[in-house]
């Protein structure tokens, strides 16, 4: 085995797990990535090996000079346990602990992956320079991140910044998270396929999935577009309070629904603006996010790499 100053990045979603090893100046070395298959509420270990078998391919014969994690929230931050609402089978699951068990010896940093995608922003994306910085996942969920005055904000339990779930509709739809209007409830990618088919909107292919949704909605389709628009304006409510609580400079939105572009973003700062008329807010932007699909692993890197800054514990 070789020692490497790179660090093992890994990046848990709902619908993919992906690791990379990545160097102190942000560029990726090596990477790969596995769908996250469906498994049992009662095989968390199944799932697990599919991962370890990922860390396997890309770490190969090196070892790395640290390991940082996002993995989707909410999760027990201070013991590394996970229990991500998109991924059934691990509830308490002690992911940290098993990560440190694949690599004795080696740091290990776990934090949420929408914090770890808004720490990739910041270091290396459409974040840089921003004092207050919001990075937004949407995709199978909606996750957030706040990096403010160059620090993240991790709140006690690290799950700080869960903008999915600030409610933007009270009488909206019952949300996973056993709330109700909630922002990830109108907003993730399901929830937005899912609200177009039952106003009417019959996929060609019988493929009823965001990419399929924003392809009709690209070629005109009324009912793709106003779910789009709906998504939008729910996030565009959301932000008009983040940015009035934190007075933000930037949002970066990222994850897979995020590639609809100005089909989602359009609405959203249209939002945005109806509800932001105290110029300390409104003068914050919403962005797409630049390294795609990368941003997690970039920010997960971060945690080792720059730990004094983008670590909440700081450097030890």
Known sequence: MIDSPDVLAIDIGGTKMAAALIAADGRIERRSQVVTAPVAADAGDELWATLAALLDEVVGDTVPGGIGVGCGGPMNWAHGDVSPLNIPAWRDYPLRRRVEERFPGTTVRLHNDAIAMAVGEHWQGAGRGSRGFLGLVVSTG????????????????????????????????????????????????????????????????????????????????????????????????????????LELDTVAVGGGLANAGETLLGPARVAFATHTKMPFAARCEIVPAVLGGDAGLVGAAAFIHHSEQYWPGGAD
């Open 142 to 245: 909606v996750g957030g991140g706040l990096v403010v005055d160059g620090k993240v904000i991790a709140g006690q339990s690290g799950n700080a910044g869960h903008i999915g779930h600030v409610v933007v509709d009270p009488n909206g739809p019952d949300c996973a998270c056993g709330g109700r209007g909630c922002l990830e409830a109108i907003a993730r990618g399901p929830a937005v396929v899912d609200w177009a088919v039952q106003n009417g909107w019959q996929p060609r292919s019988g493929d009823s999935d965001g990419r399929s949704l924003l392809a009709a909605a690209t070629a005109g389709h009324e009912i793709a577009l106003a779910a789009f628009a709906r998504a939008g304006h729910a996030l565009g409510v959301a932000l008009a309070s983040a940015a009035h609580l």
